[in-house]
């Protein structure tokens, strides 16, 4: 439920509530907006009723929410989450777009893809060090290496980067070096990483998952968020259906279905949802038209040399005419890029 405090309700009443609250085992989220503070409480509605909540001083109503994922939802917030990674902004009006190899492979690597990205509009490079691949026999990232070559390529070209921890032990190392938090597909209802990586107060980029309602992801962006970070990034990859004529099936219908449910921004993965190069400018364009915030695409030097997903890799040239291609459609739904 949410407690609605009085317009100029002070900062004792607000603490005052809260206190009660938490006695009485609620997990309380005060949200301070211009003229009037609320506080999310979760918990047993029965015990507010039972002590007079209503009743205290400042509070001026309690409304119930009857969503599951109480953060999240637009019931609680109405206006959209703007994250903010430095002087990037992602959820605003500004598209942003993201883009690098699957994973680092080495700095030239890198470096090249990065400069080329940047060139073409691109504000956040990706790039894994953390693979969780199908395969155990396949390529599973540089690790801490591969941290390291991230960060310092950012740092060289301005870009935000953006890479997957896929264990709960490496939430803090991963933290030190990336700008946003990365929880991959596989990993969606990693309920103990989720916590953790809410718990850093990082940014971060949740995937849905490989079968994953969206019910079930907007649950799992409240683990994040219960956690401590409100800064969720969601990203629809594709889901796995009966098609088998792309990688994944990209579900064009989750980006207005969560900007409805939700207030956090939504971005696209057209590379994991086709799986196919030939088919990712036409998923991304489908995807701003759509409502989407923005996109995170694979960009490989060399996509035949890549050690991860190279088939679906766009080239750097190819990159660059599709953020071209992507102006007019931006325009069209009232967004800038
Ligand atoms: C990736 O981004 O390279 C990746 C592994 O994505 P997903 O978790 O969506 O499969
Ligand atoms: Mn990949």
Redesign the pocket.
């Known amino acids: 439920m949410i407690i609605v405090m009085k317009t100029g309700a002070t900062e004792r009443q607000i603490q005052d509530v809260e206190k009660v609250l938490e006695e009485l085992g609620f997990q309380t989220h005060p949200i301070y907006g211009a003229v009037k503070t609320v506080i999310g409480a979760i918990g047993d509605r029965r015990l507010v009723e039972a002590h007079s909540i209503d009743h205290m001083e400042g509070v001026e109503n309690i409304v119930p929410i009857m969503s599951p994922y109480k953060l999240v939802g637009r019931e609680l917030i109405h206006d959209n989450t703007v994250v903010k990674v430095g002087d990037v902004t992602i959820g605003g009006e500004e598209l942003i777009v993201m883009a690098g190899p699957?994973?680092v492979e080495d700095e030239d690597q890198l470096m090249s893809t990065a400069l080329k990205i940047k060139e073409a509009g691109a504000k956040v490079l990706?790039g894994?060090a953390f693979?969780?691949?199908t395969s155990p026999y396949s390529f599973q990232g540089l690790e801490e290496e591969g941290l390291k070559l991230l960060a310092e390529v950012g740092r060289e070209t301005g870009l935000k980067t953006v890479t997957?921890v896929v264990d709960t032990r490496d939430v803090e190392l991963v933290s030190r070096y990336a700008d946003i938090l990365?929880?991959?597909?596989?990993?969606?209802q990693n309920f103990k990483l989720l916590t953790e990586c809410g718990k850093s107060q990082k940014p971060v980029l949740l995937?849905?998952g490989?079968s994953a309602t969206i019910e079930e992801w907007l649950m799992a962006a409240e683990y994040v968020v219960s956690a401590g970070s409100s800064n969720v990034i969601l990203?629809e990859?594709?889901i796995r259906t009966f098609e088998t004529a792309t990688r994944n099936t990209l579900d064009i219908n989750a980006i207005p279905v969560v900007k409805e449910l939700s207030h956090l921004p939504i971005i696209v993965?057209p590379?994991?949802a086709t799986g196919n190069w030939r088919w990712v400018d036409a998923a991304s364009r489908a995807s701003i038209a759509a409502g989407a915030d923005g996109l995170?695409i694979?960009v490989h030097p060399d996509p035949s040399r890549a050690s991860?997903?190279g088939q679906q890799s766009l080239k750097p040239d190819k990159f660059a005419n599709l953020m071209k291609s992507l102006k007019p459609i931006a325009k069209a739904v009232d967004r800038a890029l």
Not at 182 to 188: D, F, I, L, P
């Open positions: 699957c994973a990706r894994g693979k969780p691949r997957e990365q929880v991959g597909a596989r990993s969606m995937k849905r490989l990203c990859r594709g993965d590379s994991h995170i694979e991860s997903d």
